[in-house]
């Protein structure tokens, strides 16, 4: 029950920078998702040391495990198309099998370049 209870504050304290985020697109006409910069005020609060990784890591972690769960409504939605499941499905599962590939290339090359490591 305690660690239901510390993953509940965790989340809490990420929602916590979306907030944020929302009264500063607000207040200034930033061209970005209120999202990203909310995940931008939480990578420099943890980059400054502002705020330590330990409140908020079981947290992230429970969301990422989770991520899944919100992909499927709009998974289970593509049903309703027939065309994206004819001749057109097989086009678009192509491309995106294809820039997948192209996405994990790049991404390892970058890291193989220049030494990206924990």
């Known amino acids: 029950m305690r660690k239901i209870i510390i993953i509940l504050l965790q989340v809490a304290l990420i929602?916590?920078?979306?907030?944020?985020?929302?009264?500063?697109k607000e207040l200034l006409p930033i061209p970005l998702p209120t999202t990203i910069i909310g995940l931008l005020l939480l990578f420099f609060a943890l980059y400054f040391k502002l705020i330590?990784?330990?409140w908020v890591e079981q947290g992230g972690r429970w969301l990422m495990a989770e991520l899944l769960l919100f992909f499927v409504p709009s998974t289970v939605g593509i049903?309703?198309?027939?065309e994206l499941v004819s001749m057109q499905g097989i086009w678009l599962m192509l491309i995106i099998f294809l820039s997948t590939v192209i996405v994990l290339?790049?991404?390892g090359a970058i890291?193989?370049?220049f030494?990206?490591?924990?």
């Open 15 to 24: 929602h916590v920078f979306l907030l944020i985020a929302m009264g500063i």
């Open 52 to 54: 330590k990784l330990e």
């Open 79 to 82: 049903v309703n198309y027939q």
């Open 105 to 107: 290339g790049t991404t």
């Open 111 to 113: 890291v193989q370049r």
């Open 115 to 118: 030494g990206v490591s924990k």
